[in-house]
């Protein structure tokens, strides 16, 4: 009924139902499908290499697992710092699986989306346990909680030789219809995979939050007396914010070992749990396209870090080490601006770059 | 028919007796209120209802059911709402998002629904808002839609508090001092309010309030509470000719 639906001005709402809808104006979806488009057409005009893919592969594995973070730490405002032993979880579903079943058994390398699929489950349920002592514990002792979990986690792999105490297990290349995929398509063929997760699981948190399932998660951030009194059980919610977290991280520790073609412990260690976390803040915490920008910023930061320091090192004496010392020096630098100047994160500029565009072509 | 009744109430902390021996009955359809000075009890009695306190001795039953044990949420899916003294909203969300978090357990379909938003979810989100739109037309908050909470003033939030406990679609609300802090204009808009949500909605009012006036003017029912005991009930005719009431209030003679 409405009579414009290209943009926003004269764009009139005559049900309900019509706001439900994730793009308002035909214009938000046109650009929105041609992006879209974008991702997935470039790799075939611009042969990055293998090692650039690698880094994209990277940026898209995080993106997966910081959409999971910014569900707990963002929406419904409980601090996680053992984000990578549930990212582990996942990958060690998968090297598990090789370790009883053999590294190119046929349910790790043809029934893959499964073994993700399963591996996002089994972090669920470890986020899930993990998320228990919500029921009690409430802001820091909560976020001390989680990371106890990740000590627990990077102890039990380092010692147990069925993980082969955190030395690399390795995962067998995968089949897909037109065969296995060798070494010159592996990280392109994972770019296309793992790009369809993160849109499906985009889009799947996008409607989530537009019900009674997502509104539950900002109720008990922002009061979870009332959200008691509202009658939902503030408890269970925190300990399905856990599980919602966890899946995505299993999600994501699952692409990591098929990418990396390897599970090794030094990837889900403390100190990947405060970058996915730093992640999240730099992007935006509580906001969906928070975690697109933030691991995009953090991961791109260390690449331009990295050719920077190897730019400089041809003037400094040989032997020093020049990426070591500026990587986390430029990472917790980041860190601090951020929460200086724009706590709300890049989501932020982009909600005022939004609404500046919003009128067009009028100013006011 | 739908009757709250507190017998022999007992709340102490410690050493201290917030409440002691407490008798009340609410009768349904009519606006009862909970007064007395400061410290009297009277929040604590309102927790003690919804069940974010539980009573040391005694029972509370509605309805037939013991609820003295229940928790918050529980309680608030039996029908009995309640609206905050100090302001408990969700401030980092816009009125309409409060509102609709507080039909949560009105809304039913499954999680899968819920993530892919196929024809259920869809179908009663906008059944919800339609509800939710009804409530917002009901306590004139049609201005303040979209706005977040955190941003408006003290006297609309008050207004988005009581929106919020009849989104419940309560049988009994519970109204913590919903007019305290406000000037006579918005007073008389809330007393409106009260009066509507009796008569309109048929719904049972527990009022705590410090303003005798409006009290004493819109209550059919009232008990005093003075050092967390009954010291006196009835008709609001009955409670001011109540010497102890009168004593409790000016002091003695």
């Known amino acids: 009924m409405s009579q414009n639906r290209w943009l926003a001005t004269g764009n009139f709402y005559t049900t309900y139902r019509e706001e439900q809808r994730t793009f308002s104006t035909h214009l938000d979806r046109t650009i929105f499908t041609l992006f879209l488009v974008l991702l997935f057409a470039w790799p075939m005009f611009f042969d990055l290499g293998n090692k650039y893919m690698f880094v994209v592969d990277n940026i898209l594995i995080a993106i997966v697992a910081v959409m999971g973070l910014n569900l707990v730490t963002g929406f419904a405002g409980l601090i996680s710092i053992g984000h990578a032993a549930f990212v582990g979880i996942g990958a060690y579903t998968v090297a598990s699986v090789c370790r009883t079943m053999g590294t190119s058994h046929e349910l790790v390398t043809h029934f893959w989306p499964l073994l993700i699929v399963l591996s996002g489950l089994m972090g669920a349920i470890f986020g899930g346990l993990v998320g228990l002592p919500a029921f009690r514990l409430k802001h820091l002792y909560l976020a001390i909680a989680t990371l106890s979990f990740q000590m627990i986690f990077q102890w039990v792999i380092n010692f147990m030789t069925f993980f082969n105490q955190g030395q690399t297990i390795s995962i067998g290349r995968v089949y897909w219809i037109t065969g296995k995929v060798g070494r010159g398509d592996h990280y392109e063929f994972w770019y296309y995979a793992i790009l369809v997760i993160v849109i499906l699981l985009g889009f799947g948190i996008r409607n989530l939050l537009k019900t009674k399932y997502g509104r539950a998660l900002v109720a008990v951030r922002d009061n979870d007396r009332a959200a008691d009194a509202m009658g939902m059980h503030p408890g269970l919610t925190k300990v399905y914010a856990f599980a919602l977290a966890g899946f995505f991280a299993g999600v994501a520790g699952a692409l990591h070992a098929y990418v990396f073609r390897g599970v090794g412990f030094e990837s889900f260690t403390l100190h990947e749990s405060v970058s996915y976390l730093a992640m999240a803040i730099v992007g935006g915490l509580g906001t969906l396209n928070g975690s697109f920008w933030g691991p995009v910023a953090i991961r791109m930061l260390d690449l331009q870090v990295e050719h920077l320091s190897e730019a400089a090192a041809s003037y400094l004496p040989q032997g020093t080490n020049l990426a070591t010392a500026s990587k986390p020096l430029t990472f917790g630098l980041v860190i601090v601006l951020f929460l200086m100047f724009e706590p709300r994160g890049i989501a932020n500029w982009w909600r005022i770059t939004k609404s500046y565009t919003k009128l067009w072509p009028f100013r006011y | ?253």
């Open chain 2, 1 to 253: 028919m739908t009757e709250l009744k507190i017998s022999d109430v007992t709340l102490s902390f410690g050493g201290l007796k917030a409440l002691s021996d407490v008798d009340m009955t609410i009768e349904p359809g009519l606006i009862t209120s909970i007064i007395g000075p400061n410290g009297a009890g009277k929040t604590s009695m309102l927790n003690c209802i919804s069940g974010f306190y539980h009573p040391t001795q005694g029972d509370i039953f509605y309805k037939d059911k013991k609820l003295t044990h229940a928790s918050p949420h529980q309680i608030s899916n039996m029908g009995i709402a309640r609206a905050f003294q100090n302001l408990e909203l969700f401030s980092g969300l816009t009125v309409l998002d409060n509102l609709l978090l507080a039909r949560h357990q009105n809304l039913k379909y499954s999680f899968l629904h819920a993530v892919f938003f196929f024809g259920k979810a869809s179908r009663v989100e906008s059944e919800n808002r339609s509800f939710v739109e009804d409530v917002i037309d009901f306590m004139e908050l049609e201005p303040y839609r979209k706005s977040l909470v955190g941003n408006l003033s003290y006297g609309i939030q008050k207004k988005v508090e009581v929106a919020r406990a009849l989104t419940l679609a309560p049988d009994i609300l519970l109204l913590d001092e919903p007019m305290a802090g406000m000037n006579i204009e918005e007073k008389e808009d809330i007393v409106r309010f009260v009066m509507d949500i009796q008569k309109e909605r048929n719904i049972t009012v527990v009022l705590v309030e410090h303003d005798l006036g409006v009290v004493m003017d819109i209550s059919d029912r009232i008990y005093v509470l003075d050092f967390g005991e009954v010291i006196g009930s009835g008709t609001p005719e009955e409670v001011s000719q109540n010497p102890k009431v009168i004593e409790a209030y000016i002091g003695e003679e």
